[in-house]
Structure formats: structure tokens, C-alpha cells
């Protein structure tokens, strides 16, 4: 984890923005496709050398009007604009990711409840702490204890997953908005990932922090073929640090006839 967040968030998020996402004019030449520095300082009303020391980490603690004139600058959406908020001034209270063997057995009665559908509670850094039948035999991370990224980096998941690329960011934006920045859990995940995936280190580099709630999504299944199957997220009631996740498919579908026979 990178000791200046706010610096490096600023600086992706900076490389990331074109002109014409702020309403500038692109010259022609130009050799940069993101906005240069003296570009969002002008758009935040700030001195170049003021958002420079921003960007080196010589400066942590801008004030709330300079959060929001930053994030107008960059063209950041709501979740974007609380993690800015949230690196730039942390919460007095952290927040650390329960660890798998932490829920109760409720938990896993609960999930084997869901009629027909996979579902899942991970925490905020994406281990799984409970699974029920048809998401262990429907997804290859399907065992208490495992990480969703372990699974989205492996062979089998590169090749069997459509948009795979896809899959990672979306992930990945999950675990930089919901995780504290300071959990050594967190620390160590992506510590070993930077290491270990050249793909990790480019993709984390984004610093993409957008978070989808639903969706549709398509996953390979030994035996069945592929499964394309809609997915919804839900904060766990009095536990904001987990997520459930449950996914099923369209009524009167090949996939739910599948999926209903993995149960």
C-alpha cells in the first residue's frame, strides 16, 4: 500500500481524465491523453505548486472546499468523491475486515435459504467467510477462507471468464472503496499481488474506486458450460465491512434449470 494515497490517487485519477471530460479543448499535438497538472489546478481554482505538493504528498490535509473543487475538477462521481474525502481526512474509527471463522452459524443457514440462487458473504477486502451449495459448485473460490482475487488471477479464470479485464476492475474498484486503507489484511493482499501479478500492479494502478451494486455476468461451469446469470450486492444488516452477494438467473431459462440442478 502506497504511504502518499492521496497523492497517487490524484495523479491516476489526473492521467485518467481527458480534456474533453471537463469541457477543454484538445489542441492538436497534444501528446498526453489525461489532464496535465496546471489543467486541474485551474479547473480547482488552486496554484500549480499548491496541487503539485498535493500530488508529491507535501501537502495531506486540503480542506473540504479544495476536496470538492478537486473533485469537480476530475469529473469524479459520488463513490470517487468519498474515497478522495475518506484518504484525505480517515475516519477517527477504522474499519478492518473480519476474518474468515468470525461469522456465526446463522450465517450459513441463511444463505441455504436462497431457493435457487449462488450466494455469498465476503468481506471488504474480498475473502469469503460463508458460502452456500450452489455458489461452491458454481464458482472455483466457492470454499470459506478463499479471496476472490486468488481466483480472478489463476488460469483457469483467464481463460473461461469473457471480459476478464472487466471481471478484475470491477473488482478491484469493490476492494479500494470498501477496505481501510490502513487493514493489515489489505496490506498483505495486495502487497502479494503486486509481487506476484505483473496485472494486479497495472490494474490497481488505476485506482479506480466506482462501485456496481448488480449486474450481469457470465462464468464457466465444469460440466454445465457457461452460465450467464444476473448478480445483485447487499451490505450485510449491522456489519457495513460485509457484502452479500447472490446471484440467479432469469425465470423459465436454460441457466436456471442449470443452476437450480447444482443445489
Keep these: 500500500m502506497a504511504i502518499n494515497e492521496l497523492g497517487n490517487y490524484l495523479r491516476a485519477r489526473r492521467q485518467a481524465t481527458r480534456p474533453a471530460d471537463v469541457g477543454l479543448p484538445v489542441a492538436a499535438g497534444r501528446r498526453v491523453e489525461g489532464l496535465r497538472r496546471e489543467e486541474v489546478a485551474q479547473l480547482a481554482g488552486i496554484s500549480r505548486e499548491y ?20 473533485a469537480k475538477a476530475l469529473a469524479l462521481d459520488e463513490s470517487a468523491t468519498s474515497y478522495l ?12 475486515a473480519p476474518l474468515p471463522g468470525s461469522l456465526d452459524d446463522d450465517v450459513f443457514a441463511f444463505l441455504d435459504g436462497f431457493e435457487g440462487t ?3 458473504v465476503i468481506n471488504s477486502c474480498q475473502d469469503v467467510l460463508a458460502v ?9 473460490f466457492g470454499t470459506v477462507g478463499s479471496n476472490m482475487f486468488d481466483t480472478l488471477f489463476s488460469a483457469a479464470a483467464r481463460e473461461n471468464l469473457p471480459n476478464w479485464d472487466e471481471h478484475v476492475l470491477l473488482g478491484l474498484a469493490a476492494l479500494r472503496e470498501r477496505s481501510d486503507s490502513d487493514d493489515p489484511r489489505l496490506h498483505e ?3 502479494r499481488l503486486l509481487v506476484t501479478e505483473p496485472d494486479f500492479a497495472r490494474l490497481w494502478g488505476r485506482h479506480d474506486v466506482t462501485v456496481q451494486s448488480s449486474g450481469v455476468g457470465t462464468t464457466y461451469v465444469e460440466g454445465v458450460g457457461l452460465l450467464t446469470l444476473h448478480w445483485q450486492s447487499l451490505a450485510v444488516p449491522g456489519d457495513a465491512r460485509l457484502t452479500l452477494v447472490a446471484h440467479y438467473a432469469e425465470p423459465g431459462t ?7 440442478s447444482l443445489g
Design 254 to 260: 436454460a441457466a436456471e434449470e442449470a443452476l437450480r
Design 132 to 140: 452456500n451449495e450452489r455458489a461452491s459448485r458454481v464458482f472455483t
Design 118 to 120: 449462488a450466494a455469498y
Design 85 to 96: 474525502r475518506r484518504i484525505a481526512d480517515p475516519p477517527p474509527h477504522r474499519s478492518f
Design 189 to 191: 493482499l495486495v502487497g
Design 51 to 70: 496541487y503539485l505538493r498535493l500530488e508529491q504528498g507535501r501537502d495531506t490535509h486540503p480542506s473540504h472546499q479544495v476536496l470538492s473543487s478537486l
